[in-house]
């Protein structure tokens, strides 16, 4: 693999929890941790591990392990956190909101900037400390403030069109939270569809096989 181009996207995935918990040791004081300590505190293997972090450059040294800070900062430069992609949300109902409350977009290389929803009740209406706009306003805001992400947080009659018009107005990512699973046939576009009913449901299934025990 090479040091930061072809990164497998099973890797990429576990980056961000590398990330959060190498964060959590730094918080804690902790100066250098071994494959083997990670691996005990993330529950994965020392060799899962020594295997992730040699793909972009093998960060351990043989009887020193992992310099917790440089890791790190490292992994969040792969990850882009030091980077601030305009962000916004599209749907300010109950997700929409919380969403934009209780996110750090700042922590993960976004910045939030602006929040559209199609009820004229809405309009204007503060969350956190940005105005709520309405869906007519979304050109003109996209045309000067060149957001790159959008949060999608609308029913999922409206997300493929909403999605299309977005695409056309330079946003090339998509946090999907609508129930749809989005497919957006344009290349240079990236999706993640998040669905927290899966995970509740991958817990139900684990949940009653553990009583089938
Ligand atoms: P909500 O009804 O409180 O809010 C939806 C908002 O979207 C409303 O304010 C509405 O005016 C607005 N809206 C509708 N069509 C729009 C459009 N075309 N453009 C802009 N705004 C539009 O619903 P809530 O609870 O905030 O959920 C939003 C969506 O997310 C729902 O479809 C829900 O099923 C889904 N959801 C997904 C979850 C997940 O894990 N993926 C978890 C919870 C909800």
Known sequence: MGKNGNISSSVIKRLPRYYRFLGELQKQGIERISSRELSERMKLTASQI?????????????????????????????????????????????????????????????????????????????VGDIAIRHTDEIEEFCKLNHPVIAVLCIPKTSTQEIADKLVGLGIRSFWNYSHYDLSIDHTGIVVENVHLGDSLLTLTYRTNKLAEE
């Open 50 to 126: 020594r295997q992730d972090l040699n793909c972009f450059g093998g960060f351990g040294q043989q009887g020193y392990g992992y310099h917790v800070e440089s890791l790190h900062e490292e992994i969040g430069k792969i990850l882009g956190v030091d980077k601030c992609l305009d962000t916004i949300i599209i749907g300010a109902g109950n997700l929409g909101k919380a969403i934009a409350m209780h996110i750090n977009f700042e922590s993960r290389g976004c910045r939030l900037t602006g929040i559209f929803d199609s009820n004229p009740r809405l309009t204007g209406e503060t």
